[in-house]
Each structure stands twice: as structure tokens, then as C-alpha cells.
């Protein structure tokens, strides 16, 4: 079993937010939240992985 994350889901997804909103690099948004650059990119991934259904869903 994982270890609990120590971040909450809403710390995950306000990071994520204000990395695809912001003009700056992942790794400058990661800098800020003093985050691993490479935790931040796999949050914004997962993410859109999750949008893509919904996107698809309204296309039609």
C-alpha cells in the first residue's frame, strides 16, 4: 500500500491550476510551490488526462 500523499487533493489541484494558467514554466510554478518539477508535470498530465473525456463529450 502507498504511503498517504502529503499533499491535499485541494493543494494538487490549485498548483495545477496556476500552473496552466500561468505564463511561466512548470519548473518556475514547481520553484514557487516548492514542489519537484517532475511532481508538478505528472499532476498537470494526470489532469488533462482527466479533461480529455470530458472535451470529448461536449465535441458532439
Not at 496552466?20 to 519548473?27: D, G, N, Q, V
Not at 518556475?28 to 463529450?57: D, I, S
Request: aromatic share 6%; net charge positive.
Amino acid at each position: 500500500m502507498a504511503p498517504p500523499s502529503k499533499y491535499s487533493p485541494e493543494f494538487r489541484e490549485e498548483a495545477v491550476q496556476i500552473a496552466l494558467r500561468s505564463s511561466k514554466t512548470i519548473s518556475e510554478v514547481a520553484r514557487e510551490l516548492e514542489l519537484n518539477p517532475e511532481t508538478l508535470r505528472g499532476w498537470v498530465k494526470k489532469y488533462q488526462k482527466q479533461q480529455e473525456p470530458a472535451m470529448m463529450r461536449n465535441c458532439r
